[in-house]
């Protein structure tokens, strides 16, 4: 199978560049794989689409102000954009200079900080903040808001609120878990009185999410490392679920990636520690049974992970009448239910 069997046309226009102002004021595309249907529902319908005993699991990690600014010692402008923190005081990053930096090469932030070079790890740099603040802290302090690549403008006030979930508690990710976006109090509320229950896993989404695939077979790629924790209380709370007959709804592909991580021969437990999976057709998903999700980039890993739970040429029928429907696409755009065909082997 090859990246380009994932191409979609998707006008400019329909990428949205800033968020709805109510978050639950979004669309909803339902797919229904086993009856191959579409329908043009709206976010607030969610309680309605769901059944008392199901059970909702969501990414609670926090957005980091992960983009910062500094020279190097030469005086060149240096832009780093954190894709990961590793340790206390070091990170993974992109670098955007006018020659890249060779190891030792030290940049100097406003503050006066210097970021020393450690190396390179594919195609980021390994990066040693040079001081005894706390690198989440310094952040806060120094950095801006990571937007997507294809919002074409700079943040603002708004995203600083807008661009995290309403139940984002754990600081480490340089994107948002955008499926979550879609949640505000009484969207949840009304969930909570149709007997849906909650969960949370934690995965730190990194900038490697929206790095382009270099390989055009799919058998070829390699991804990006991100951590996670999947806790003992959800894995008890999905078992729960299963055994009286409810549904588990991941909320995003960030659940299902640390979903399936933690699923070893088919049995769902704790884990902690860093992922790289990579889910495409041919790879068979257990952890859930239904799939809340925005709509991904063209020849993307996401676009991959969603068509192999309902198959490659249905999510691209369905995301061609997304297009004609003029559906709002990534991270502040529209969502889409995917109700997979359980029956297929």
């Not at 659940?255 to 991580?261: C, D, F, I, M, S």
């Not at 890993?301 to 249905?314: F, I």
């Amino acid at each position: 199978m090859k990246k380009s069997d994932f191409h979609f046309d998707l006008p400019p226009e329909l990428i949205a560049q800033v968020p709805l102002a109510e978050r639950s004021a979004s669309r909803l595309l339902v797919l229904d794989a086993a009856a191959r249907r579409f329908e043009d529902r709206a976010l607030r319908d969610l309680p309605d689409l769901l059944a008392p005993g199901d059970l909702l699991v969501f990414n609670d990690t926090r957005v980091v102000p992960a983009r910062l600014f500094g020279r190097k010692e030469t005086g060149g402008a240096a832009e780093i954009l954190i894709e990961r923190l590793t340790g206390a005081h070091e990170a993974t990053a992109q670098i955007g200079v006018s020659k890249k930096p060779r190891e030792g090469t030290a940049i100097v932030l406003a503050d006066g900080t210097v970021v020393r070079v450690l190396g390179r790890d594919g195609e980021f740099f390994r990066l040693r903040f040079e001081t005894t603040e706390p690198l989440e802290k310094l952040l806060l302090r120094l950095g801006r808001l990571p937007l997507p690549p294809y919002i074409a403008r700079d943040p603002d006030a708004a995203d600083a609120e807008r661009y995290q979930t309403v139940f984002a508690r754990e600081p480490g990710a340089v994107a948002a878990p955008t499926a979550g976006l879609h949640f505000d109090a009484p969207l949840l509320a009304a969930l909570e009185r149709r007997g849906v229950a909650v969960g949370q896993v934690t995965l730190h989404v990194g900038a490697g999410t929206f790095q382009p695939m270099r390989a055009e077979r799919l058998d070829q790629h390699v991804m990006h490392r991100e951590w996670l924790n999947v806790g003992a209380g959800l894995v008890e709370k999905i078992r729960h679920t299963r055994e009286r007959g409810g549904r588990v709804v991941a909320v995003g592909t960030t659940v299902v990636r640390a979903l399936e991580t933690a699923t070893r021969d088919g049995v769902l437990g704790p884990y902690a520690g860093e992922t790289q999976i990579f889910i495409f057709p041919g790879y068979r998903i257990t952890s859930v049974d239904a799939l809340l999700t925005n709509f991904h980039l063209p020849e993307s890993t996401l676009l991959m992970l969603v068509s192999a739970l309902a198959g490659r040429e249905l999510i691209l029928e369905a995301y061609r009448h997304a297009v004609e429907q003029r559906y709002r696409f990534f991270s502040y755009g529209d969502a889409m239910l995917i109700l997979p065909d359980r029956g297929q082997p």
